[in-house]
């Protein structure tokens, strides 16, 4: 059982910063794909970044490649999301996830965190 813990969110300008962490225990952490989700006020929660146990190898939706950038530090058990020139439209809870396999969807995932809030004001 993999337990997974997100913090750095908060609240900041358009055009601003933020860098989210996701500590995860339990388990082989390199032997995990790392994902990030996020999911909007009345939206379904959607695919952001994943990257490979050994971080080699990531992959961006088309709304965030080239302002976030993912990576992984396999020797403390942490995943990273740097977000930068944030955007109103990316206020939302972001999640990070864990899965033994790989891929875009919610359901290739087995483990989840609690989320936390970025909220990105105008």
């Known amino acids: 059982q993999v337990q997974l813990v997100e913090s750095g969110g908060g609240l900041v300008q358009a055009g601003g910063s933020l860098r989210l962490s996701c500590a995860a225990s339990?388990?082989?952490?390199?032997?995990?794909?790392m994902g990030w989700f996020r999911q909007a006020p009345g939206k379904e929660r959607e695919f952001v970044v994943v990257?490979?146990?050994?971080?080699?190898?990531?992959y961006y939706a088309d709304s965030v490649r080239g302002r976030f950038t993912v990576s992984r530090d396999n020797a403390k058990n942490t995943v990273y999301l740097q977000m930068n020139s944030l955007k109103p439209e990316d206020t939302a809870v972001y999640y990070c996830?864990?899965?033994?396999?790989?891929?875009?969807?919610?359901?290739?995932?087995?483990?989840w965190g609690q989320g936390t809030q970025v909220t990105v004001s105008s």
């Open positions: 996830a864990a899965t033994g396999r790989w891929g875009f969807k919610k359901y290739n995932y087995d483990y």
């Open positions: 339990g388990g082989t952490f390199s032997s995990y794909a």
């Open positions: 990257i490979t146990g050994s971080g080699a190898t990531t």
